[in-house]
């Protein structure tokens, strides 16, 4: 089983929709958390931390479930441009810590 | 600069061949990282480096050397390319802890036939 999990997709969806993501990790002692967006042919860019109490940055919420091991992100009211793919990530503190991406998924809104 | 400076941007390699690519950073962040990106596969960690000096290997580094003389560039040598090595080279770099999440370079194109 791999440590992060992602439904690779791809996700289709009209402009002014909602979407969501699941990510799943398996190592309980993973102890941060976050999403990354990379567009095509482009490095991957920080979109948002995830916080235990849930944390949310314009139409974009982020959620973490301990208890179930995942986070999710809410994205509201697509637009063209947030058409990219969508990796989680995961470190893990295993005295040092480790950094885990998932294979992300893709995300695709249409007009 | 700010950020983090990848260099070449992309570059296509003869099989046999000796190649760096270039990592610069002027953020003054403790720790580097090179991944690499293949289809299907995601980011895989090559080497990576917590503080000027130090280097550690990753998930996937037969192949490939770093070293860190300074705090600045981690450079990624392949000391003789072989095809399965074609991919997108990333480097990133970050605090040290990684709470603050990483900041990547815009990537090396690599080909090598």
């Known amino acids: 089983r791999k440590e992060v999990e992602q439904d690779p997709g791809p996700f289709n969806v009209p402009e002014g929709a909602t979407v969501a993501f699941n990510c799943t990790y398996s190592?309980?002692?993973?102890?941060?958390f976050f999403w990354y967006r990379q567009d095509c042919r482009k490095e991957p860019k920080l979109l948002m931390s995830?916080?235990?109490s849930g944390n949310e940055d314009g139409r974009f919420t982020a959620q973490l479930n301990r208890a179930s091991q995942y986070i999710s992100l809410l994205i509201r009211d697509s637009k063209l441009s947030d058409s990219a793919t969508y990796l989680c990530?995961?470190?893990?503190?295993?005295?040092?810590?480790?950094?885990?991406f998932g294979a992300g998924t893709r995300l695709f809104v249409k007009a | 600069i700010a950020g983090i400076t990848q260099a070449p941007t992309s570059q296509i390699l003869a099989a046999g061949r000796r190649m760096t690519l270039r990592c610069t950073q002027d953020?003054?962040?403790?720790?580097m990282y090179w991944y690499r990106q293949d289809l299907g596969l995601g980011l895989r960690l090559i080497h990576y480096?917590?503080?000027?000096?130090?280097?550690g290997k990753g998930e996937v580094p037969d192949g490939y050397s770093v070293s860190r003389a300074n705090t600045d560039d981690f450079p990624l040598t392949l000391a003789s390319a072989v095809p399965s090595q074609t991919s997108v080279y990333f480097c990133?770099?970050?605090?040290?802890?990684?709470?603050?999440?990483?900041?990547f370079g815009s990537g090396t194109r690599l080909t090598v036939v």
């Open positions: 990133a770099s970050s605090s040290g802890t990684g709470d603050y999440g990483y900041t």
């Open positions: 190592n309980s002692a993973s102890q941060s």
């Open positions: 995830v916080y235990s």
């Open positions: 990530v995961v470190n893990i503190n295993t005295g040092g810590f480790k950094t885990i």
């Open positions: 953020m003054r962040h403790n720790a």
């Open positions: 480096s917590n503080t000027a000096g130090t280097t």
